[in-house]
């Protein structure tokens, strides 16, 4: 349903919180396209004195109407509250 567009890591002195506010050139670019849907997903690792923000940031590719159950699932998702998103979204590493 997603596929990466692009992945990068920024070594900061403090966590990046909200990075799609904070990096005006991923603002930019995710405003220069208002047809696509995007994920973009911060992780922070703490490395020493610096932090790691592994930013992904994932387009849909699935095009609304092509599954419905997922439609269904990911509207309630974009639609629901911090909880029932946590409560969904899992970061499982291979």
Request: contains cysteine; charged residues 20%; hydrophobic residues 40%.
């Amino acid at each position: 349903a997603f596929h990466c567009h692009e992945f990068r890591v920024y070594r900061t002195s403090i966590p990046m919180l909200h990075i799609a506010e904070r990096l005006p050139s991923l603002r930019a670019f995710v405003q220069s396209n208002p047809r696509h849907f995007f994920i973009i997903y911060n992780r922070i690792v703490p490395d020493g004195n610096t932090n790691l923000n592994a930013v992904s940031l994932l387009v849909r590719t699935l095009p609304k109407g092509q599954d419905p159950a997922f439609d269904c699932l990911w509207n309630a998702f974009i639609a629901g509250d911090d909880e029932f998103r946590n409560s969904r979204l899992k970061y499982l590493c291979k």
